[in-house]
T-cell receptor, first 112, second 114 residues
Framework: QKEVEQDPGPLSVPEGAIVSLNCTYS??????FMWYRQYSRKGPELLMY????GNKEDGRFTAQVDKSSKYISLFIRDSQPSDSATYLC????????????FGQGTTLQVKP | GAVVSQHPSRVICKSGTSVKIECRSL??????MFWYRQFPKKSLMLMAT?????????EQGVEKDKFLINHASLTLSTLTVTSAHPEDSSFYIC??????????FGPGTRLTVL
């Protein structure tokens, strides 16, 4: 079993839809949770960063962490064609030496 | 957010030659940088962790003599692919850690070995 599971998709939605992206994980020691967006042939861009459980909102993006279920989500409201990209979840344990563990990435296509 | 640059963005070389890729943190100091490799439609694979002023820590299965990493300053780390072969062709991405737990990624370098 992989430490972090993420459905690779692809996920196709119409413009304006609410998008829900998810990851599950097995290591209960993970404390820091991140979502990255990666456009084709580009490096990942940090979108959201959350510590421990709870919600965090930034514009059209909302990140949720449920540590009891080992489940994290990223919601995108009013999706735009420019949101079309691969979204990677990543997480790590506490401390400076923890390595980021990535999900496989979900490819999202928002159709005009 | 913090900015990380990579140079070159793309490189094509002949088999047997060595290629150096630079990773720079432009507006912050990074005591730790990371080097990843990414295959098409795959996630990032951590190759090594680079700490300023000390030897890099390589992940299992990564040949340290083939992928030489130098982190000479708080803003620069380099990855040298020595005696490159076609199977080394890939997308190489670096990241730099700004605070204790936030990593920012460079734009990546696409290496093609003929």
């Amino acid at each position: 079993q992989k430490e972090v599971e993420q459905d690779p998709g692809p996920l196709s939605v119409p413009e304006g839809a609410i998008v829900s992206l998810n990851c599950t994980y097995s290591n209960s020691a993970f404390q820091y949770f991140m979502w990255y967006r990666q456009y084709s042939r580009k490096g990942p861009e940090l979108l959201m960063y959350t510590y421990s459980s709870g919600n965090k909102e930034d514009g059209r993006f909302t990140a949720q962490v449920d540590k009891s279920s080992k489940y994290i989500s990223l919601f995108i409201r009013d999706s735009q064609p420019s949101d079309s990209a691969t979204y990677l979840c990543a997480m790590k344990t506490s401390g400076n030496t923890g390595k980021l563990i990535f999900g496989q990435g979900t490819t999202l296509q928002v159709k005009p | 957010g913090a900015v990380v640059s990579q140079h070159p963005s793309r490189v094509i070389c002949k088999s047997g030659t060595s290629v150096k890729i630079e990773c720079r943190s432009l507006d912050f100091q990074a005591t730790t940088m990371f080097w990843y490799r990414q295959f098409p439609k795959k996630s990032l694979m951590l190759m090594a962790t680079s700490n300023e002023g000390s030897k890099a820590t390589y992940e299992q299965g990564v040949e340290k003599d083939k992928f030489l990493i130098n982190h000479a300053s708080l803003t620069l780390s380099t990855l040298t692919v020595t005696s490159a072969h076609p199977e080394d062709s890939s997308f190489y991405i670096c990241s730099a850690r700004e605070a204790a737990d936030t990593q920012y990624f460079g734009p990546g370098t696409r290496l093609t070995v003929l």
